[in-house]
């Protein structure tokens, strides 16, 4: 099987104004695990000062965070969605960030690559990350 590269590029320049520019990030698929990445990228996030929200089919509370079934339940401005779901479910998770009209990232982790979806969110005037771990982008740029 070939793997596929991500059409939309991104360098740290880029990450660290997405990142500077966010106040709220969605992430979803964030597991109540805490062995999972996706829990300790939340983690993460959270405490390096930004308002987590934590996305999940299942749990109340993740992380001491209210969890919302879905990107449409955030009843709050969302900037960054940071994505731990497999790339069949991007397609319709880039609508949904499209849908909202308040986020300015899209940022899906490593080895989560859907081109189609990216070009999608990006010709909505949406920013894009594809293929990168937000906790080790935001740690190698902000703790220089």
Known sequence: MECELPRV???RDEMKKYFEEAKTIAVLGCSPN?????????????????????????EDEILGQKVYRSLAEIDVPVDMVVVFRKPAALDAIADAVIARGDVKTYWTQLELINNDAADKVKAAGINVVQNYCAMIEHRAIFSK
Not at 34 to 52: C, F, I, Q
């Open 34 to 58: 805490p062995t999972k990445a996706s829990n300790h990228v939340a983690e993460y996030l959270r405490d390096a000062g930004y308002t987590m929200i934590p996305v999940y089919p299942k």
């Open 9 to 11: 590029n991104s360098n």
